[in-house]
């Protein structure tokens, strides 16, 4: 279901009521709230292609990561895009990115050769944050500086299960220039 956050549906409020926001993933009636934990629930309670190493230090560094993205790397880049790419912001989102970039270690995906948490959680640099660039006609991420997080991003994006979630790229591109006031 598309919900309008402008017009919040009774359903949102409901099973979300402290936050009013989404993502919401209502399963049997009950609501699970909040990205990462959405996706470990997912993990927990299908079990068909874990995105969670079995690993319990594996599985523990997945989690760091994912909240790297979410907490550090995901604010960092919105300012730099917010800014319409200022020195600083950008430099800001750099340093960020900078870490991902290493942990990457020239590995296909940040679980090495399937997609786990981590990728889940950075989708938005791999899809987004391009047609963000594209919209407002700055570059945050190029090929010179984070040569494994480009390749990781066209491994991401080209990935069969991903492709399939993504919305279509001109209506991104369309929405980071109404949001961010570049028509």
């Known amino acids: 279901m598309v919900e309008d956050l402008s017009n919040k549906s009774?359903?949102?409020?409901?099973?979300?009521?402290?936050?009013?926001?989404?993502?919401?993933?209502?399963?049997?009636?009950?609501?699970?709230?909040?990205?990462?934990?959405?996706?470990?629930?997912?993990?927990?309670?299908?079990?068909?292609?874990?995105?969670?190493?079995?690993?319990?230090?594996e599985k523990a560094r997945a989690r760091f990561w994912a909240k790297f993205v979410d907490d550090k790397c995901i604010p960092a880049v919105f300012m730099a895009i917010g800014s319409h790419g200022q020195e600083q912001a950008v430099a800001e989102a750099h340093d960020q990115l900078q870490f991902?970039?290493?942990?990457?270690?020239?590995?296909?995906?940040?679980g090495g050769d399937s997609i786990n948490l981590v990728d889940i959680s950075a989708v938005f640099l791999a899809f987004w944050l391009g047609a963000a660039e594209e919209a407002l006609g700055i570059k945050i991420v190029t090929k010179d500086k984070f040569p494994n997080l480009t390749k990781w991003s066209d491994n991401c994006i080209n990935c069969q299960a991903v492709k399939d979630s993504l919305p279509p790229r001109d209506d991104l591109v369309s929405f980071f220039k109404m949001r961010f006031g570049k028509a």
Do not use: C, R
């Not at 990462?36 to 927990?44: A, F, G, K, S, T």
């Open 100 to 110: 991902l970039e290493n942990e990457l270690k020239g590995n296909k995906f940040f």
């Open 10 to 57: 009774a359903d949102l409020i409901k099973y979300n009521p402290v936050h009013k926001q989404i993502p919401v993933l209502v399963h049997n009636g009950n609501p699970v709230l909040e990205s990462l934990v959405i996706v470990e629930y997912i993990d927990d309670a299908w079990k068909g292609v874990p995105v969670l190493p079995q690993d319990a230090h």
